[in-house]
């Protein structure tokens, strides 16, 4: 994360150019970090139990009780998987936004933003396991990685606004899928299209936050080189040269078979880096 700390400290060197934009507080913070307190004592809730236990085991007979107990054993996986994806979604937009959090307040504070670490995962690393399927032939209801309802067409609709140029239209809705749907398998590419987005309009410093994020989400996956390319290119347009410099050396060092090492090389050349 060496590099992403470099370039968090590029981007936030041009914030005096937006001071009126960002007029947050420490109140403002503080308000925020309470909100997420909230979230993780309802959360807490969860494990709770509302009464005793009253599952239906009744049969005539011994097999008709086994087909009661298999079916409310599938049922119990299920609601099991459901929860235990609900629980993971939290965590993923629970640390993102403490990440976050953790960035205004370093730069309200005027410190280092180069010695931000990773943000450490909402709860520890414990992972949590689903129980295991009653039968071998019963198929898990949610898997990891699997779409919301609607989240491939908000996703379709922002692309579209953004091949058509629309970028404020493209921006706003990109910027809206990313609230609604927290750790999508979409959110690295939908990220990156963001920052195009605000790139159209003029925003370079919000468009290299953006690929940042982008980069920053999946910084091996498939737009990655591309994410970490657009970044340094941003940063040279915001007069960063050093900074851009060192991020674009990485996409050849990173993604040595990557095309978008050529398109690096380039900008490079015309950045004057040594």
């Not at 109140?27 to 309470?34: N, S, V």
């Amino acid at each position: 994360m060496k590099v992403a700390g470099w370039v968090l400290a590029a981007v936030v060197a041009t914030a005096g150019m937006a001071q009126a934009q960002d007029q947050q507080t420490l109140a403002d913070i503080r308000q925020e970090l309470t909100v997420l307190h909230v979230e993780v004592q309802r959360l807490k809730r969860e494990f709770s139990t509302t009464g005793s236990p009253a599952p239906n085991l009744s049969g005539s007979s011994v097999l008709e009780r086994v087909d009661a107990i298999e079916a409310e054993l599938q049922r119990l996986t299920r609601q099991t998987e459901q929860l235990n994806q609900r629980v993971q979604n939290i965590v993923t937009d629970g640390t993102n936004r403490i990440g976050d959090l953790e960035f205004r307040l370093v730069e309200l504070e005027g410190g280092d933003l180069s010695t931000l670490g990773e943000t450490s995962t909402l709860g520890g690393d414990t992972q949590i396991t689903a129980a295991a399927p009653a039968t071998p032939t019963t198929p898990p209801v949610i898997e990891q990685g699997e779409l919301a309802v609607g989240e491939q067409a908000d996703f379709d609709a922002a692309a579209q606004a953004l091949a058509e140029g629309n970028f404020q239209a493209a921006a706003d809705q990109f910027a809206q899928f990313d609230t609604s749907y927290p750790g999508s398998p979409l959110a690295p590419e939908a990220n990156l299209k963001r920052g195009q987005a605000l790139e159209g309009l003029g925003d370079t410093r919000e468009a290299a936050r953006a690929f940042l994020a982008s980069f920053t989400g999946d910084s091996e996956g498939v737009f990655a080189p591309e994410a970490l390319f657009e970044l340094g290119a941003a940063l040279g347009r915001l007069g960063q040269t050093d900074q851009a410099c060192i991020t674009l050396s990485e996409v050849g060092v990173r993604f040595p078979s990557s095309a978008t090492v050529s398109a690096a090389t380039q900008e490079m050349a015309s950045l004057g880096c040594s």
